[in-house]
DNA sequence: GAGAAACGCGAGCGATCACTCGTGTTTGCC
DNA sequence: GGCAAACACGAGTGATCGCTCGCGTTTCTC
C-alpha cells in the first residue's frame, strides 16, 4: 500500500477510437434501455446493436451497470448544461405563466431529445447506483421548486409547501409522460399547453398577488388551445 | 380431435386444497413482484415465499406469465365488484367535488389495499398479456372520465376532451404514486386531499355553472390542511 | 521498423433462470 | 380397505445471461 503516485486508480491511456467506441456503445445501450428496459437487456444485445463484440463492450465497462451509470451521468451533466437549473433569481421575478414556460419547456425539450432519461429514472428495476443518482436529481429539484414556491406564496408551512412541490412534480412526470407518448407536432404542443395549464390553475390560488405587479396576472385564459399553431 | 365432450379443454377437478394453494401462490407472488418487479422476480422466489416446492406451483400455473395475468384478472375484477365503475348516473349528477370523493377515493383505496396493482399495471417490463389488459383498463377508464367531462363542459370538442382526460389520468396516476409512497396517517391523507384539489382546480374552470345549482360550488378552498385530523 | 499498449474478437465459463419429471403422499369415491 | 386422481416434492435440464480469456490487429512512441 502507499506506493500510488497518481491519484487516478486506472490511468488507463484511450485513444481517439477508444472514446468514439464509448459513444457509440452509450448511443447503442440508449436505444436498446429505451426499447426493452434496463433489466430485460442484455449486454450481448448492447454489444450487438453497437456492432461490436462483447468482449469489446468489456473493455470500457466493468460491467453492464456501469454502462447505464455513465449514461445516466453523461444525460445529467448534459442536462445541468444545457438549461443550468432554470431556477435563476431573474425568474423568480417572473410572473407564474411566464416561470412555468421558462421552467417546463426546457425540461420538456430535453425529455423529448432523450427518451432514455425517463426510461432509466423511472424504472424501479434500475439498480442501486442508478435509483442513488435518480433520487439526489429528485431530491435537487424538489428542493428548487420548494424554494420558488416559498417565494410566491411565503405564507405556507414548510409541510405545505413540501406537499405541493411533490404534487406539482408528480404532475409534470405524468404530464411528460403523456408529452412523450404524444405524436410530435400540434398534437404535442397541445399536450404541453395542457400541462402548463394544470401548472397554473394549481398554482395560481397560492401567489398572493401583492399588489407589487398591478393587472400582471392574466386571469386564467380558458384554455386557449384549439388551432393549431405555429406549424 | 373432435372426441370433446366437455366444452372445456381442461377439466382438471381441483380440490379444497388445491384452490387453497393457488391463493396462497398468488399472495406470495404479490408480495415478491410488488418488491422486485415482474422480470426480476424468479419463479422459485415465488414458490418459496409461499413456502412451496417449484413443482408444486408449475402443478397450478403453466408459467410465469400466467400468474401474472391470474393475478391481475383476479384484482381487475375485484376492482370492478367493489365499486363498479364509479360513474352512475347519479354520480353525474354530483358537483364537482363531489364527484371527485366519489370516484378518486375508492380508486386510492383500492390501490392502497393492492400496491402490487400499480407495480403490474405501470412497469413496461411486464410481457404482452398484461400490457394489454392495461391498456383495455386505460382506454375503459378513459372513456368514462372523457364521459364524465363531456357531461360537465359539453361545449368542448372531442379532440379537447380526450386531451382533458388524458392529462385528468395521468395527474391522477402521478397523485397515486405520491399517496402511496407516504407514510399511512394524517400524510397520506393530506397528501389525497391535495390531489383532490389539484383536479378540482384544474377541472373547475371547464364547468359553466348552468345556474341550476345556485351556490353549491365552493370557491376553492384554500388548501385546508394544516392540522392532522382524525387519529 | 520495433516494441508496447490499446483495441477487437468470439468461443466459452459459471451462475441463474424458467420449467420438467419421476416418485412419493394425500384425498375423494366405491 | 382399495383404487385413481389430485397434490407435493426437489433434483435436474436446457437455455440464457453477465462476463472472461487468449489471441490476433491497429495505433502510438521512439
Not at 4 to 25: F, M, N, T
Not at 98 to 114: G, K, R, S, T, Y
Not at 196 to 210: F, M, Q
Request: hydrophobic share 40%; with cysteine.
Amino acid at each position: 500500500m502507499s506506493g500510488d503516485v497518481s491519484e487516478e486508480p486506472k490511468p488507463r491511456r484511450r485513444q481517439a477510437r477508444g472514446e468514439r467506441r464509448i459513444a457509440q456503445l452509450l448511443q447503442a445501450a440508449a436505444r436498446v434501455f429505451c426499447a426493452y428496459g434496463y433489466t430485460a437487456t442484455s449486454t450481448n444485445a448492447i454489444a450487438r446493436e453497437a456492432s461490436v463484440s462483447p468482449g469489446t463492450l468489456y473493455q470500457y465497462f466493468p460491467n453492464k451497470e456501469a454502462i447505464a451509470i455513465e449514461l445516466g451521468e453523461r444525460l445529467l451533466h448534459e442536462m445541468r448544461e444545457a438549461h443550468g437549473q432554470a431556477f435563476t433569481p431573474e425568474n423568480l421575478a417572473l410572473p407564474l405563466p411566464e416561470l412555468l414556460d421558462v421552467v417546463v419547456d426546457p425540461m420538456i425539450a430535453f425529455n423529448c431529445e432523450h427518451p432514455v432519461f425517463l426510461a432509466l429514472m423511472h424504472g424501479s428495476e434500475v439498480p442501486g447506483r442508478i435509483a442513488e443518482e435518480h433520487d439526489a436529481l429528485h431530491a435537487s429539484l424538489l428542493a428548487s421548486v420548494q424554494e420558488v414556491i416559498g417565494h410566491y406564496a411565503p405564507a405556507l408551512s414548510a409541510a405545505e409547501r413540501a406537499r405541493i412541490a411533490g404534487m406539482v412534480f408528480a404532475i409534470f412526470k405524468g404530464g411528460l409522460g403523456l408529452v412523450l407518448a404524444a405524436p410530435e407536432g400540434a398534437e404535442r404542443d397541445a399536450t404541453i399547453a395542457e400541462l402548463k395549464t394544470v401548472l397554473l390553475r394549481y398554482l395560481s390560488p397560492l401567489v398572493e398577488t401583492p399588489a407589487t405587479t398591478p393587472a400582471t396576472t392574466t386571469p386564467v385564459t380558458t384554455t386557449p388551445v384549439t388551432t393549431t399553431p405555429t406549424r
